[in-house]
């Protein structure tokens, strides 16, 4: 079946450092790969998606590029800042599945 | 901005009560869903629905039940409330073919 899987957290961050959050997937076809992200007390927002092989999403300075040839979409942001904490969480959506299959969620940190 | 709401946003009760928690959207969307979410933790599908009158239990095994006799309605609704289920409801839809879903912000529900 759909499955996704995500680096696992929490990760703790200094303001302005490089964040990468790992996220493979396993899917029949062609899936479109998504980014959501969660604050607190919050439901889940799009952050980003892709929905083809070698497509890049990008969205407030987050990036991820759709790998098909190491099944990945990792994401990536180069400056982070304190308003950036929150859970994150990798997911993908295919044609064979009403659902959407979602990462465990990763939980990211910014100290100031 | 995503148009799914969802109400109340926080509910306090207390055991054996009857709840209904609502969830509407004005997107039109047939694909609609209900995760179970503990603070900072996965999602849990534990309903979904894929048009009017059809509606599907999900991965995880609640007690509640859901009905879906409007395309922009999708109730929750826990006949017996109980401490073990407190936790976080999100609201999700999602139209045709592999697009994102769209969330609500969510309902916190406290069972004393």
């Known amino acids: 079946g759909n499955s996704v899987t995500q680096m696992e957290g929490p990760v703790t961050l200094s303001e302005e450092a490089f964040l990468t959050i790992n996220c493979t997937y396993t899917?029949?076809?062609?899936?479109?790969l998504f980014w959501y992200v969660q604050y607190p007390g919050e439901g889940l927002q799009l952050l980003l998606k892709?929905?083809?092989?070698?497509d890049k999403g990008s969205n407030k300075g987050f990036e991820a590029t759709y790998r098909k040839e190491t099944t990945s979409f990792h994401l990536e942001k180069g400056s982070v800042q304190v308003s950036d904490s929150a859970v994150y969480f990798c997911a993908l959506s295919a044609y064979n599945d009403y659902k959407l299959s979602f990462g465990a969620g990763t939980t990211v940190t910014v100290r100031a | 901005e995503a148009d799914i709401y969802q109400t109340p946003r926080y509910l306090v009760i207390g055991t054996g009560k009857k709840i209904t928690l609502e969830c509407s959207q004005t997107m039109g969307h047939d694909k609609m869903y209900w995760y179970q979410q503990d603070p900072g933790m996965e999602l849990h599908l534990i309903h979904y629905s894929y048009g009017v009158n059809s509606t599907e239990k999900g991965d995880l095994s609640s007690e509640s039940t859901v009905s879906r006799i409007r395309t922009e309605h999708f109730p929750l609704t826990l006949e017996s409330a109980r401490p073990s289920h407190t936790s976080q409801y999100l609201c999700a839809s999602r139209g045709q073919g592999n697009t994102e879903a769209f969330f609500g912000q969510g309902t916190r529900l406290t069972v004393v």
């Open positions: 892709a929905t083809k092989a070698d």
């Open positions: 899917a029949t076809g062609y899936p479109s």
